[in-house]
């Protein structure tokens, strides 16, 4: 192989889910793409690079600071909805069932992986709600072991700050069959049941 | 989602096999990623595009002109290995057990799309044999539809031209047992029977 290919095969098996095999389908469909894909492909790669920066508020992925969603004065100023990863805020606002504010962890407690309390960024949150402008915090973490821990964790912190602190609820997914559900989260829909 | 990471989403999209939800989960890998990564793959990308050419004797991807393939004297100049892409001429060079040259064709027929026997390096091999030099031309195409029809029609146009033309053999893959291969490729492998 050209030099060149080998490198840019290298490089691109270095993204996520990404194999060797994959790189080097994607690294000729470069090669044979129209030059301007090429550039086009490259600059939003350093673009993105060189231009997103963290909000100073909320923590969340933006070009300017503060980021759209902390300078809409038409969101609720007053409730908070937590994320792990900027994705995850992504799926929120998708839903267009949320008007408040964000703050973004940039991950979740994992002891066994070295990540701490001082990894997240809770510090950011907490400087936050010393404005005592906030009335809720919302964890939407994930249902996982990590994201169970740092929901708990951010409880215990926040919760003597006299903020309410809620999180999403877990059940059987919309349109998921109750046969093929884990009991998991059957305990934990039934747990969280309410009047019909 | 900021402006800067919509585009990369977009141009990330393009590429094939890769969707909207890939491409997101690569651009915030990217914004996550140290600059130096983002910078590398960048530059990978332009300069694949810069840097290989086809080469001007048998079509193959290369950044020197003739490729190392054609340039390399110890390599059989009666034999002439021909395939429809790049990635399967390094695929039969990963065997080892090839020492002759190559031709890249850059496509297969397929009439359905418009493909003819004009898009393909076909004018480029014609010429190579023009030279006298060449015994044999080994078909190392697909067994596709449009493999064969490629196989057939190359047959056609080299045969009258007095150079030995043959087809790699199609059968049993090494390691595939006779009950769950399919009847075409066992009809084909008795029909390529040898002595044992």
Redesign the interface.
Known sequence: ?????K??V???A?????GEK?A????????RSP?E????????????????RLCSVCCS???DDP?AFCADARRDRETVCVVA???EL?AIERTGAYRGRYHVLHGVLAPLEGLGPEDLRITELLRRLAGGEIREIILALSSTVEGEATALYLTKVLRPLGVRVTRIASGVPIGGELEYTDPATISRALEGRREA
Chains 1, 2 share one sequence.
């Open positions: 192989m050209a030099d060149p290919i490198v840019l290298q490089q691109l270095k993204l996520p889910g990404i994959t080097t389908r994607l690294a000729f469909h470069i090669i030059e894909y090429a550039v086009a492909l490259a600059d939003a790669i350093r673009g993105v690079r060189r231009e997103v992925l933006t070009t980021c990863h900027p994705p992504i």
